[in-house]
């Protein structure tokens, strides 16, 4: 009886331990900006995974015309293929952030070693291409953990997660479903999760900047809504 109690609880531990590791605002390893506590019809716009040589101008263009600025969550390794594409999202204004060098599927399990090497490789690509060390960081897959905040402990730049995650990524999903579930959990001061390496990026960016201008909301980027 005694044991079956203890099980319990620890699963029960262990649960909610695992739970805080994949949800981006519970603050438990790692605290991550995820909204800004705002009453004005603001958002900021995130991008993650790119640059991608075809489908990241055609995003930049499309913020370009709806005059909007956004930030860049980029790979180190692509950003190194493509720094043509990182030199234009600086020069027209948006802001760049580091997303680890190798945004490899096993970065949520790697040593804290590993970790830290993969997000200091990120930084020697943009700095390299852009003269600067970027100031914001947001972990592949949202995911923090034990190994993560002990990479992060000496390094004192803001981390980045979401309020409302698009789920761009799936692919079975149709763009008319993610723009929807946009649509609908949009309030003031979120961080939209967009990305920009999909196919049909630009055409949901525009949907979404259509609907934001209807909505009386306006675009900010991301250290401006929170004042940094
Ligand atoms: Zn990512």
Request: aromatic letters at 10%; hydrophobic letters at 45%; proline letters at 5%.
């Amino acid at each position: 009886m005694v044991w079956a109690i203890v099980i319990i609880v620890i699963s029960i531990v262990a649960g909610n331990l695992f739970w805080a590791s994949v949800k981006v605002d519970s603050g438990l390893y790692v605290r991550m900006l995820c909204r800004a506590k705002t009453i004005r019809r603001v958002v900021a716009l995130t991008f993650d995974d790119g640059p991608h040589p075809e489908r990241t101008p055609k995003v930049l263009d499309v913020l370009k015309t709806h005059g909007a600025q956004a930030t860049f969550f980029v790979i180190g390794k692509k950003a190194e293929a493509h720094p043509e594409i990182i030199r234009r999202i600086i020069a027209e204004g948006h802001l760049i952030g580091n997303h680890t060098y190798s945004h490899s599927n096993r970065f949520p399990w790697m040593a804290e070693s590993s970790m830290r090497e993969d997000i200091h490789w990120c930084d020697v690509v943009l700095e390299k291409i852009t003269g600067r060390r970027p100031t914001m960081f947001r972990p592949p897959f949202g995911v923090t953990n034990p190994p993560l905040a002990k990479a992060l402990r000496w390094d004192f730049r803001t981390i980045v997660g979401w309020d409302i995650r698009s789920f761009d990524t799936i692919e079975r999903w149709s763009r008319e479903k993610v723009f929807k579930r946009v649509c609908r959990r949009l309030r003031p001061g979120a961080v939209v999760l967009l990305h920009d390496d999909r196919a049909e990026s630009d055409t949901l960016l525009k949907m979404i900047l259509n609907h934001l201008e209807q909505n009386d909301y306006k675009v900010e980027r991301f250290d401006k809504l929170f004042g940094l």
